[in-house]
């Protein structure tokens, strides 16, 4: 049997920052495809779309393929999910997504140097948010958000609501979500984690959080 792990980074990031969790899923046995995706350039819509060419095809022959994302790369798996269909789909455990937008891309979507990062202008929490304008999820899916705020300016942004930093916990909920929980990490430093690489996969094996 051959069940295959899907990692997609965050904004800015690398497939570097998903080493740990790939680490932790070829140890557990799962084939590992740890995708690299023009966070910057592209749109949400225009990764999914790559995506869908670039590496869909290969997921064709495993026996189930469940994905594992940080921040962003929830809400690309999101839209690929909503406009393509994956009969092999396994479980989904999204790391600190926006969901429901940030606040923090609210702000920097104004500075107009950071507002041609297309992303930056799709993740705020107005009338144009991508994750609000996605459709309810119908897939089994876990998320993990951190409490640990560790960038002031920030943080006072979104009002003192806990958060981890750069999303607000509860902006990381999602209509539908089949499990929740709650650690104390920081954005940045979640998929790194022992604690959140371990209920990530218990979700994928149990499809619940222990």
């Known amino acids: 049997m051959t069940e295959t792990v899907v990692l997609l980074h965050g904004l800015g990031r690398t497939p570097l920052s998903m ?28 990764n999914a779309e790559a995506f869908a060419r670039e590496v869909a095809p290969r997921l064709r022959n ?25 009969p092999n789909l396994g479980r989904v455990v999204m790391l ?3 969901n429901r937008g940030s606040e923090v891309a609210d702000v920097l979507q104004k500075a107009r140097c950071l507002a041609r990062i297309k ?21 089994p899916v876990g998320i993990i958000a951190g409490s640990r705020s560790h960038i002031p300016l920030f943080a ?13 916990v509860e902006r990381t909920k999602l209509t539908g979500m089949t499990d929740f929980v709650v650690l104390p990490r920081t954005h940045t430093f979640l998929p790194w ?9 218990g979700f ?7």
Do not use: Q
């Not at 006072?156 to 607000?168: C, E, L, S, T």
């Not at 984690?193 to 996969?201: L, N, Q, V």
């Open 19 to 46: 080493l740990a969790v790939a680490l932790a899923a070829r140890h557990r046995g799962y084939r590992v495809v740890n995708w690299h995706y023009a966070s910057k350039r592209r749109s949400i819509a225009e």
């Open 62 to 86: 495993a026996d189930a393929v469940h994905f594992v994302t940080h921040s962003l790369g929830g809400i690309i798996v999101r839209r690929f999910l909503a406009t393509h269909r994956l």
């Open 96 to 98: 600190a997504p926006p």
């Open 119 to 139: 992303p930056v202008r799709e993740l705020g929490t107005g009338a144009g948010s991508v994750p609000l304008a996605l459709p309810p999820v119908r897939f």
């Open 156 to 168: 006072r942004w979104m009002n003192g609501a806990p958060n981890d930093g750069v999303v607000a």
């Open 193 to 201: 984690s022992p604690d959140a690489i371990r209920a990530t996969f």
């Open 204 to 210: 994928i094996a149990e499809g619940r959080f222990a």
